[in-house]
């Protein structure tokens, strides 16, 4: 069954700090890995995405990193901002000609950023 | 571009009500897709349309939900009749095309609260 579980489910950091969150898949065949950031009241916006080749992607303060064989993606946070408090939801995306099924989410991780 | 656009923002209503959501995608889009979020069972798309076309509706959970896509401007879900454990937040996205390196572009939700 393709799953992908994140962790930890929630997390408190002091502003300025770094942190990193984490995603597990099983998700298979792989086609790529998305982390969109979802603010409150809000839908997710997508920060970065990764294909099977890639091992790294950044945007601005947040990279990405993604381990193909041991199906694992890591998510950066660098020298947090209060505006960073947000949920994290890893994507995972099957390759398959079927739009609907080919997502697969995380269970996201909350982040709060306290100043 | 405006993005996704969704209507209303938030609903509460009473039980055995019928509520309509309402979903205008990105122009030029292909794909539409409905979500609904949950704290306990995250994101979990319900139907997806590809020009204007119902293609999978396995994740609609029950006759009660209906969706249609009169055109490629304009979408709607429709519960009838509501019931409480309907209370999430309704996403709207579009895509597109099929091709799974396309990102998925959410609007900004509708909570619904059904008393």
């Known amino acids: 069954k393709n799953q992908v579980e994140q962790s930890p489910q929630s997390l408190i950091i002091l502003e300025g700090k770094n942190c990193t969150l984490q995603?597990?898949?099983?998700?298979?065949?792989?086609?790529?890995l998305r982390w969109y950031k979802q603010d409150t009241g809000r839908g997710p916006v997508s920060l970065t995405i990764?294909?099977?080749?890639?091992n790294t992607k950044s945007n601005g303060r947040y990279t990405a990193t993604l381990d193909a064989d041991t199906k694992q993606s890591s998510l950066h946070i660098t020298a947090s901002q209060l505006s960073d408090s947000a949920s994290y939801i890893c994507?995972?995306?099957?390759?398959?000609?079927?739009?609907?099924?080919?997502?697969?989410f995380g269970g996201g991780t909350r982040l709060m950023v306290k100043p | 571009d405006a993005g996704v656009i969704q209507s209303p923002r938030h609903e509460v209503t009473e039980m055995g009500q019928e509520v309509t959501l309402r979903c205008k995608p990105i122009?030029?889009?292909?794909?539409l897709f409905w979500y609904r979020q949950t704290m306990m069972r995250g994101l979990e798309l319900l139907i997806y349309?590809?020009?204007?076309?119902?293609?999978?509706d396995s994740g609609m959970p029950e006759d009660r939900f209906s969706a249609k896509m009169p055109n490629a401007s304009f979408s709607t879900l429709k519960i009838q009749p509501s019931e409480p454990r309907d209370s999430a937040v309704y996403f709207c996205?579009?895509?597109?095309?099929?091709?799974?390196?396309?990102?998925?572009?959410f609007g900004p939700g509708t909570r619904l609260t059904v008393l």
């Open positions: 996205a579009s895509s597109p095309d099929r091709d799974p390196y396309n990102e998925q572009f």
């Open positions: 995603c597990n898949y099983t998700v298979s065949p792989f086609s790529n």
């Open positions: 990764m294909t099977f080749s890639e």
């Open positions: 994507v995972v995306s099957l390759l398959t000609f079927n739009a609907g099924n080919m997502l697969t």
């Open positions: 122009s030029g889009h292909d794909y």
């Open positions: 349309f590809n020009n204007n076309v119902p293609i999978d």
